[in-house]
């Protein structure tokens, strides 16, 4: 796993079993210190949904709509959650590793602690969220949408991030230099304060209106 000083959530190894099914996926319903494992979540929708100190491994999420999800002490590992509604979700001290995240919404959402370690997020909506202390670590996040968001303590290792749209949201002290921002759609304001190589200052330059040559 790639090095970050965000805090990783701290897990048992000695977990129960949850078992999710339509009996148990619940508007406000609760899970706590448990594993779910090698299974299919398939066209469930429930608001408010709590789950702390809890794996997700092998598990693929498939037509989900879990809106205002609050998830503290979290780990998903080689999960699948394409295309998952996670909007207006709460996320405290939470990891995703080895994850398929294409298209996740994550738009409207309070972002504490959080590390994203490897994850395919292409096209993934994190618009108007709340970013404090997160981390995209060899992440691909082409055509993702970060437009509005609040970024505070926020790294970008390593990471895609090709035509991604991050118009209003301030980019002021994050080190980009590790990433491909190629096409990266802001406002000349956004950038203001943004840690970038001599390269990568020239693609942006096109901002400014200037040609270079």
Not at 29 to 55: P, Q, W
Not at 72 to 88: A, E
Not at 99 to 124: H, P, Q, S
Not at 133 to 150: G, M, R
Request: proline share 1%.
């Amino acid at each position: 796993m790639a090095d970050t000083k965000i805090p990783r959530p701290v897990l048992d190894d000695d977990l129960d079993i949850i078992a999710l099914s339509e009996d148990n996926i619940l508007d406000d319903a609760a899970f706590s210190y448990g594993t779910i494992n090698d299974c299919t979540l398939e066209d469930f929708h429930a608001d408010r949904m709590i789950f702390k100190h809890v794996i997700f491994h092998n598990v693929i999420f498939n037509k989900i709509k879990f809106k205002q999800i609050d998830l503290m002490g979290v780990r998903f590992q080689n999960c699948d959650l394409s295309n998952v509604d996670f909007s207006k979700a709460s996320l405290h001290r939470v990891e995703f590793i080895n994850c398929k995240m294409i298209g996740i919404d994550l738009g409207e959402a309070t972002l504490r602690e959080v590390i994203f370690d490897n994850c395919n997020g292409r096209y993934a909506f994190f618009s108007f969220s709340d970013c404090k202390q997160v981390a995209f670590l060899e992440c691909q996040l082409s055509f993702s949408d970060f437009k509005n968001a609040i970024f505070s303590k926020v790294e970008f290792q390593e990471s895609n991030l090709l035509q991604a749209q991050m118009n209003f949201a301030s980019l002021k002290g994050i080190d980009l230099r590790s990433c491909d921002i190629e096409g990266l759609n802001v406002n000349v304001k956004d950038v203001h304060g943004a840690i970038v190589t001599p390269m990568q200052a020239v693609s942006l330059s096109a901002l400014l209106g200037l040609v270079v040559k």
